[in-house]
């Protein structure tokens, strides 16, 4: 049985430097021909990081209703190879995001919600310098998922956990309780 530890979720308004650089398909194909094992993992077809994890291309800098999509539906491509390492869920009280994270190192997961709106998942491949890699190429040195989240999500109180081996990732983001109605006898 694989044991979790909670880890930080940060909480930051968005900043236009991070993610400003938009991964075009042609570009990935060019540095995924060029790129290292650590990098393909990361980005390979199934993983959160992956931008063909929807069965075509899409940016996974730009944010994404995930949750408005059935895992089953969106990801049955994906499923039926057997390279699937995700998967997303809800429930009465929570949202639900399950994935392997490939790749990643120790300690380098970042997990934080921008403005109330987009979840972020992100992790560091490579040392990027002195400078922030998230600007810029950050194809080069990391990876990310943005997610829009629902309406009702209670991001405030989103949890995040990464198993002892750093290879499992499990976000929970609850959801607002309904407002009873009074008028219903």
């Keep these: 049985m694989t044991s979790y530890k909670q880890i930080e979720v940060q909480f ?23 790129g290292n094992s650590t990098t393909h993992k990361a980005l390979c077809e199934g993983s959160l990081f992956s931008p063909l994890l929807f069965g075509k291309f899409f940016d996974p800098s730009d944010a994404f209703p995930l949750w408005e999509f059935d895992s089953d539906v969106l990801l049955s491509n994906a499923r039926s190879s057997n390279q699937c390492t995700v998967d997303w869920s809800q429930t009465e009280t929570d949202y639900l995001l399950r994935a392997e994270i490939p790749g990643v190192g ?17 992790g560091q491949l490579k040392e990027a310098g002195t400078t922030d890699w998230r600007a810029g190429n950050w194809w080069e040195y990391g990876c990310v998922r ?40």
């Excluded at 236009?16 to 021909?33: A, H, I, R, S």
């Excluded at 009702?152 to 959801?175: C, M, Q, Y």
């Design 146 to 185: 943005r997610i829009e989240l629902p309406e009702n999500a209670e991001w405030r109180k989103t949890e995040a956990f990464l198993s002892g081996d750093h290879k499992f990732l499990e976000v929970k983001i609850p959801k607002t309780p309904p407002i009873p109605n009074d008028d219903v006898p």
């Design 106 to 122: 120790k300690g380098s997961i970042r997990v934080c919600v921008e403005d109330g709106k987009v979840l972020v998942v992100s």
């Design 12 to 34: 930051e308004e968005p900043n236009p430097q991070k993610w400003c650089v938009p991964l075009k398909e042609d570009v990935f194909v060019t540095f995924m021909n060029k």
